[in-house]
């Protein structure tokens, strides 16, 4: 696992990192849902703290977020009545019957464990700002590091000059190809173009590397006021002293 300050090692297995980030990214979901119910210290929290210090830029007002928990668990209620009377009238087997029914209820526990954990380490990490890199990061499941250097420009994506058929990537004259996306149910706020080479800038997804391109849109709170300090911080960027 990474500190959020270093890339992570290359696997020496091919699939090796897929397979162990698949299974930390259950640890942390499973982890920060029992935390959050038994009102114990959230690993979120731990986790933010270790991305080092600098100005932070909050994910806590996004609409999919803010509605994520009651809608999952009031279709959850929902869902899982229906589907277990129709198991109880369709299958006549009185054990496969059961083992229907036990495994629907996990997976309805898995999703409301899923949506808890999400929205509450959304809600705990945050994007950080400091004086040679711009770490940004969706909860535990992605992390980007990118240093000031290599930041060719940032805008503001304005989601309501979308026409008819069209979406932001239009906008922006992009296709989704181009573009590495840095959010979980929410629309992107914030587009940052690299300069061409981006030495330094790497990306992971549930703690393993993947291909970043050279334009990455994230989701922010307030992309405007983090749009200005991004801008603000550029020309005084310089390579840390050693």
């Known amino acids: 696992m990474t500190d959020g300050l270093s890339p992570p090692a290359l696997p020496r297995f091919l699939g090796a990192d897929w397979l162990l980030g698949a299974a930390q990214a259950q ?19 731990r986790y ?9 830029f ?13 809608m999952v668990v009031f279709s959850q209620f929902v869902d899982v009545l229906l589907c277990q009377a129709a198991l109880q009238i369709a299958v006549t087997d009185v054990v496969q019957r059961w083992m229907l029914h036990a495994l629907l209820l996990f997976v309805s ?8 954990s999400l929205r509450s380490a959304t809600r705990h990490v ?14 535990f499941r992605q992390l980007c590091r990118i240093p000031l250097a290599a930041i060719a420009g940032v ?52 703690g393993a590397r993947r291909p970043l391109r050279r334009r990455i849109a994230v989701y922010v709170d307030q992309p405007a006021a983090m749009q200005a300090a991004i801008a603000a911080a550029l020309p005084a960027s310089s390579p840390p002293p050693p």
């Open 48 to 56: 933010a703290r270790r991305l080092g210090e600098g100005r932070r």
């Open 58 to 70: 909050a994910l806590q007002r996004g609409s999919w977020m803010s509605v994520l928990v009651p």
């Open 27 to 45: 640890r942390w979901m499973w982890t920060e849902a029992f935390c959050k119910w038994t009102r114990r210290p959230l690993p979120s929290a």
């Open 155 to 206: 805008q503001v994506i304005d989601h309501r000059a979308v026409r008819g058929h069209a979406d932001w990537f239009d906008v922006h004259g992009l296709k989704p190809r181009d573009v590495t996306l840095l959010t979980s149910l929410d629309k992107p706020t914030l587009l940052i173009e690299l300069q061409a080479g981006a030495d330094g800038a790497w990306w992971t997804r549930n």
């Open 109 to 116: 526990l898995w999703t409301v464990v899923w949506a808890v």
């Open 126 to 139: 945050d994007h950080v700002l400091d004086a040679y890199a711009l770490t940004l990061a969706v909860g």
